[in-house]
Nanobody, 128 residues
Framework: QVQLVESGGGLVQAGGSLRLSCAASGRTFSVYAMGWFRQAPGKEREFVAAVRWSGGGGSTYYADSVKGRFGISRDVPKNAVYLQMNSLKPEDTGVYYC???????????????????WGQGTQVTVSS
């Protein structure tokens, strides 16, 4: 089992920045990648960003909607992953979830149903 706890959400004005953190514990050696997903009211959960956790040189992946604005990073010794969000827009509003993937298949990095473990989520609200 892997336990994930997110923090860092909040209310910010459009154009502002937030940094989300995800603390992992448990069998983190089994994790292949860590991802961030978000879900807005009335919408499906969508991929935001992912980073390879073990091996792969920490390769990163982003949804087109956040490329150039968001940055995902990992700190393996600290069992942590971060999401730096800049130039935030109202459409970035939602609950942000941290997730861990065990399957070492890269195309699965962007699909929420592939992930094995999830945090409880943290609310991000961007006002216009």
């Amino acid at each position: 089992q892997v336990q994930l706890v997110e923090s860092g959400g909040g209310l910010v004005q459009a154009g502002g920045s937030l940094r989300l953190s995800c603390a992992a514990s448990g069998r983190t050696f089994s994790v292949y990648a860590m991802g961030w997903f978000r879900q807005a009211p009335g919408k499906e959960r969508e991929f935001v960003a992912a980073v390879r956790w073990s091996g792969g040189g920490g390769s990163t992946y982003y949804a087109d909607s956040v490329k150039g604005r968001f940055g995902i990073s990992r700190d393996v010794p600290k069992n942590a992953v971060y999401l730096q969000m800049n130039s935030l827009k109202p459409e970035d509003t939602g609950v942000y979830y941290c997730a861990a993937l065990r399957d070492r298949t890269d195309w699965k990095l962007i699909t929420s149903t592939s992930y094995d473990y999830w945090g409880q989520g943290t609310q991000v609200t961007v006002s216009s």
